[in-house]
T-cell receptor, first 113, second 115 residues
Framework: GNSVTQMEGPVTLSEEAFLTINCTYT??????LFWYVQYPGEGLQLLLK?????DKGSNKGFEATYRKETTSFHLEKGSVQVSDSAVYFC????????????FGKGTKLSVKP | DTEVTQTPKHLVMGMTNKKSLKCEQH?????MYWYKQKAKKPPELMFV???????INESVPSRFSPECPNSSLLNLHLHALQPEDSALYLC??????????????FGAGSRLTVL
């Protein structure tokens, strides 16, 4: 079956540090890949997406590239801010699945000033 | 309007109560979802409505009863819940983008506590 594995947290960084959160997936077809972010006490917000191999999704300084050869979609940011503190979920959706998202377990990021 | 609105934000209920969670979107999305999220866990799919018809029920207990009165509204009726049903309930809606990918837009959630 389809699944998403992302690095366990929590991840604690100092402001302006480089961020990488690893995400790998298993899928039978050609999924779309997403990163969602959840700030404390809130719902999920779409951070970025990629729908085919070698696509790069980007938003708010975050980037992730759809790597089919390594089945990965790692999230990166060059310089994190305190306001980036949140839980980050990697997710996939198979075409024809009515948009049902399969989530990784989530990675909590804390950024200290 | 690019939002999914959920009410109430917080709900406390006893095990014998009947209550409802409401969700509304005006983006013209034709698929709507209910997810349940326990603390420090990812969201788990409960129900999917497509064109106002229930298309997926992930073996959810009958004490949760979804309803889609029209294409903009989604309700979740709650009756005889258990304390372990306490969670954040997230509503989402979606439509396919130009690439064909279904992109879900989530509401802020309704935090339910069952006493």
């Amino acid at each position: 079956g389809n699944s998403v594995t992302q690095m366990e947290g929590p991840v604690t960084l100092s402001e302006e540090a480089f961020l990488t959160i690893n995400c790998t997936y298993t899928a039978t077809g050609y999924p779309s890949l997403f990163w969602y972010v959840q700030y404390p006490g809130e719902g999920l917000q779409l951070l970025l997406k990629a729908t085919k191999a070698d696509d790069k999704g980007s938003n708010k300084g975050f980037e992730a590239t759809y790597r089919k050869e390594t089945t990965s979609f790692h999230l990166e940011k060059g310089s994190v801010q305190v306001s980036d503190s949140a839980v980050y979920f990697c997710a996939l959706s198979e075409r024809g699945s009515q948009g049902n998202l399969i989530f990784g377990k989530g990675t909590k990021l804390s950024v200290k000033p | 309007d690019t939002e999914v609105t959920q009410t109430p934000k917080h709900l406390v209920m006893g095990m014998t109560n009947k209550k409802s969670l409401k969700c509304e979107q005006h983006m013209g999305h034709r698929a709507m979802y209910w997810y349940k999220q326990k603390a420090k866990k990812p969201p788990e799919l409960m129900f999917v409505y497509s064109y106002e018809k229930l298309s997926i029920n992930e073996s959810v207990p009958s004490r949760f009863s979804p309803e889609c009165p029209n294409s903009s509204l989604l309700n979740l009726h709650l009756h005889a819940l258990q304390p372990e049903d306490s969670a954040l309930y997230l509503c989402a809606s979606s439509q396919a983008d130009r690439s064909g990918a279904n992109v879900l837009t989530f509401g802020a959630g309704s935090r339910l506590t069952v006493l």
